[in-house]
């Protein structure tokens, strides 16, 4: 028998917790839902309580529809952490802007497309390089300036694809590592979309349909993000384009993956593979900026393998991924949160674990304290802590800079 005696948090941390307070409030019991959920109510319980990590979408999403919520209320971050700094006063500074933007009323500055050209491309290069608090100063700027300059009808033709490279590769993804609610950045894919449909151009429409996806995967509408991937016109496989080919290619996996159609996984990630052979790591040619090369299909390999609940094809897969090839720095972090999360349902290999988090902190911080599957795997750490040594000292202030009780 799970005893359920204990205090029900106001303001739960980690997805399991909420999860908890949620069946609780609807008067469901552990059986029930672990019933209905296809697991027992012993795995349940470890879930809810942070003994195992719930850290996989595709169950995310079932617990969701079971517990009678949308997912993004199990995902969203609770009350800002210590290490957060400005990020939730930056992600409001955002959202204004593209209410202002949405309005017709951007009030930024008319500026030359050049200008914009290489403030968009400063943007894509310090958000890939980790600098986070940086964009988060400029972005609600660029984005006014960007949307007024076309507003203004100057260039029309070239700042809308400008456009939607800012808000797939910049503001998209900045929302994304803050860990900022879906609704905002669902937000920002539909007005790439929009964009995109504007410029009517078959590579810019592809660039839009990877956020688009994104955000449908994130919202646990599997239907629509397969529908959405199919209905894409592939643009013709140049080394200027085989970035977003190659990265659609992947989001069809991820999508089945999380699905649970595992048969239809393999082959996407297989053509994705050749690809990555043919072109190499994303380089000069790389246009659209998405460095799509064998190293990036190794990462997104590694992702797949803990979606389907198989950490240690992940950390074999892993080993033989080198992230220091990578350009962009943000993904070398998250390669080193994947590692860490597969290495913790590992027997003996939670040390290492806990090695790997650090990596990807002293690389990214927020992208470990933003990170909801990340912070769920530190909260199963600190679960199995048994000891006081360096490595657990070190997990437990990992974990109060990112906002988890220790």
Wanted: hydrophobic share 45%.
């Amino acid at each position: 028998m799970v005893n359920e005696s204990e205090p029900v948090e106001t303001d739960p941390v980690t997805i399991g917790r909420r999860a908890r307070r949620i069946r609780r409030s609807r008067g469901k019991s552990l059986d029930v839902i672990a019933g209905q959920l296809g697991i027992s109510a012993v795995q349940l319980s470890r879930l809810e309580t942070g003994q195992r990590s719930l850290d996989r979408l595709g169950l995310i999403v079932k617990l969701a529809e079971v517990l009678e919520v949308a997912p993004s209320e199990l995902i969203r971050l609770p009350m800002p952490a210590p290490g957060n700094g400005h990020t939730d006063s930056a992600i409001d500074a955002v959202r204004r802007a593209l209410v202002a933007v949405d309005l017709g009323r951007p009030g930024g500055q008319v500026l030359p497309l050049e200008e914009l050209r290489t403030k968009v491309a400063r943007l894509q290069e310090m958000r890939r390089r980790c600098r986070f608090a940086e964009v988060a100063t400029d972005l609600p700027g660029l984005i006014r300036d960007v949307h007024t300059s076309i507003g203004a009808g100057r260039d029309v033709a070239d700042l809308l694809p400008l456009a939607v490279a800012l808000h797939v590769q910049v503001t998209n993804m900045w929302l994304q590592d803050a860990g900022a609610p879906v609704d905002l950045r669902s937000q920002v894919a539909s007005l790439a979309r929009h964009m995109a449909r504007d410029h009517d151009e078959v590579s810019t429409l592809a660039v839009a349909a990877l956020a688009t996806n994104r955000q449908l995967l994130a919202d646990g509408a599997f239907d629509l993000a397969r529908a959405e991937l199919e209905a894409v016109t592939l643009p013709a496989t140049t080394p200027q384009t085989a970035g977003v080919v190659g990265g659609l290619m992947m989001r069809h996996a991820a999508v089945a993956m999380a699905d649970q159609r595992p048969g239809d996984v393999a082959a996407p990630m297989e053509a994705a593979a050749e690809l990555a052979v043919q072109f190499g790591e994303g380089g000069e040619d790389d246009l659209l900026g998405f460095a799509f090369g064998p190293t990036e299909v190794g990462m997104r390999r590694v992702a797949l393998a803990l979606e389907a609940h198989e950490p240690d094809r992940a950390v074999s897969i892993a080993r033989d991924v080198h992230p220091e090839r990578h350009p962009f720095i943000t993904r070398q972090a998250s390669y080193w949160v994947d590692y860490g999360r597969g290495l913790a349902r590992l027997r003996g290999r939670r040390d290492d674990a806990v090695r790997a988090f650090r990596q990807a902190e002293d690389l990214y911080p927020v992208g470990v304290y933003r990170n909801p599957f990340a912070r769920e795997t530190l909260v199963e750490l600190l679960a199995h802590v048994k000891r006081d040594d360096a490595v657990s000292r070190e997990l437990r202030r990992m974990a109060y800079r990112a906002g988890l009780p220790v």
